[in-house]
């Protein structure tokens, strides 16, 4: 209610908007706010829009039973707790196991999936451990590798890398990259680090806080005039944005405002 006591009707975080998206390895990029986990969580059916309808492969996902939609649609929710205390060797054999692959696939570089990712993401040392007893870090990547086994046609991340070392991040997006390629799985992660989607990203999608968005290669969508326009900073300051809270980009931005009304 507002202070007059009426109902207050939150604006649509999408209005009219309308789109066709290729698979492949696609990077979502763009101040927070701006509608990145709204458009994965609408893209991969966990929400259900208002007014339309999201397909994926042609599929209204919202509407399937929850195993199918899991197996066409995996997503990663930013920062996602556990209570569970099952040993981690354990949980990644059961989601091996209960996924598309049903416990028998091969990897990108060997004859064994699960032995392939517990290598990739450094998992051997936490296999008798429970979720509740892992760091930030060490959940993140058992989260990526569940995407990676459950074999799902697509896979939705919201800011899987925000624990990792950096060069964690960089082997994990490398091997996602490969991943996405050699088994055609659609791969749209969204993440602070620009220098990372220009590095790794077929496409990236930039979003502005007007709710407008940009689609095309890095070298395409992310140029200096776009992320100044988008983010509200010189492009300059964007590489650290990442260690920055959403309430000194904001601060960062209006002293620049500031300064710009004194020079005019």
């Known amino acids: 209610m ?46 259900v829009p208002q007014e339309g309808k999201c397909l994926l492969f042609g599929k209204d996902v919202a509407s399937l039973p929850e195993e199918q ?26 989601v091996f196991k209960s996924g598309n692959y049903k416990g028998k696939a091969s990897g990108i570089h060997s004859e064994d999936l699960l032995k392939e990712v517990i290598e990739q993401f450094e998992l051997g040392g936490l296999l008798d451990r429970g979720l509740m007893e892992l760091s930030k870090g060490e959940i993140q990547r058992v989260l990526l590798a569940f995407s990676m086994l459950y074999g799902s046609a697509s896979i939705f991340m919201d800011e899987p890398l925000f624990a990792l070392e950096p060069r964690q991040k960089e082997s994990a997006l490398s091997y996602i990259k490969e991943f996405s390629a050699k088994t055609g799985t659609a791969v749209f992660i969204s993440m602070h680090e620009l220098e990372l989607s220009k590095k790794y990203a077929e496409k990236v999608m930039l979003f502005y806080p007007d709710r407008n968005i940009d689609f095309g290669t890095p070298d395409e969508v992310l140029t200096s005039e776009d992320l100044e326009k988008a983010y509200g900073v010189p492009a300059s300051m964007l590489k650290h944005s990442e260690d920055m809270t959403r309430e000194e980009l904001m601060q960062t931005a209006e002293a620049v405002l500031a300064v710009q009304k004194t020079v005019q």
Not at 18 to 42: I, R
Not at 71 to 79: E, H
């Open 2 to 47: 507002d202070a007059e006591g009426k109902q207050i009707v939150p604006k649509p975080v999408f209005y009219h908007f309308s789109a066709e998206l290729p698979g492949g390895f696609v990077s979502l990029v763009g101040p927070n706010g701006s509608g990145k986990s709204t458009f994965l969580l609408l893209a991969s059916g966990r929400i």
């Open 69 to 94: 939609k899991n197996l066409v649609a995996s997503v990663i929710y930013q920062n996602m707790e556990f209570e569970s205390r099952e040993k981690v060797c354990s949980l990644l054999d059961t």
